[in-house]
Each structure stands twice: as C-alpha cells, then as structure tokens.
Nanobody
Framework: QVLVVESGGGLVQPDGSLRLSCEATGSILRVNDMGWYRQGPGKQRELVASITSSGITNYAESAKGRFTISRDNAKKTVYLQMNSLKPEDTAVYYC???????????????WGQGTQVTVSS
C-alpha cells in the first residue's frame, strides 16, 4: 500500500509565495518521476512541473520562472516552491508519484488527495 499526502496549500495574496510538500509512504522500493498537477475551477487537470529521480525538471510555460520543483529522495518527498503567485494559479494542486513496489503490479503511480491553493486579495 502506498500513500501520497500533500500539504502546504492555503490562501495567499497576489505576488505572494507558497511551498507545497508531498510525501510518499508505504512499501516502496524506488521512487521514480514525481510531479505536481493542478485543476482550476471548470478546467481540466494539467501538469505544473515534474522531476525525474536524477533531478531533471520539466515545467509548464505558466510555471517557468516562478515555480521551482525539487525533491528529497531519502524522504521520498517532492516540493513545489511557488513565487509571484497570480489569481489564475488558484486551483487544487495534486501530487503524482511513480514508484516501484514490492508486489504486483510492481510499478504504479499514485495520486494524493489534493491541496487547495487560493490566490486572492
């Protein structure tokens, strides 16, 4: 059983900052790619940023220059530092973790429950 838990969301004013965290726990042999997605009101879920096990990052155009994704492999945790936040960043942010596990299906990806980020004055 693998559990993915996000934290760090909240209400912030425009141009403010937030740092999201996501920890994966359970019978994990290896954590592969980790990523942050978001789903705004009335919108489809979209990729915000991802990071491979070796640290290669990928960002959505809307996140470039403002957001930074990082990870701590020992803690099986991924972070998203969000700066210069805008009202259009308001969304539920979800963490996705791809892992190797000890039993069938041996490789799988898991989602967290989501954390709300609201950017408003």
């Amino acid at each position: 059983q693998v559990l993915v838990v996000e934290s760090g969301g909240g209400l912030v004013q425009p141009d403010g900052s937030l740092r999201l965290s996501c920890e994966a726990t359970g019978s994990i042999l290896r954590v592969n790619d980790m990523g942050w997605y978001r789903q705004g009101p009335g919108k489809q879920r979209e990729l915000v940023a991802s990071i491979t096990s070796s640290g290669i990052t990928n960002y959505a155009e809307s996140a470039k220059g403002r957001f930074t994704i990082s990870r701590d492999n020992a803690k099986k945790t991924v972070y998203l530092q969000m700066n210069s936040l805008k009202p259009e960043d308001t969304a539920v942010y979800y963490c996705n973790v791809a892992v190797n596990v000890m039993s069938y299906p041996y490789k799988a990806d898991y989602w967290g429950q989501g954390t709300q980020v609201t950017v408003s004055s």
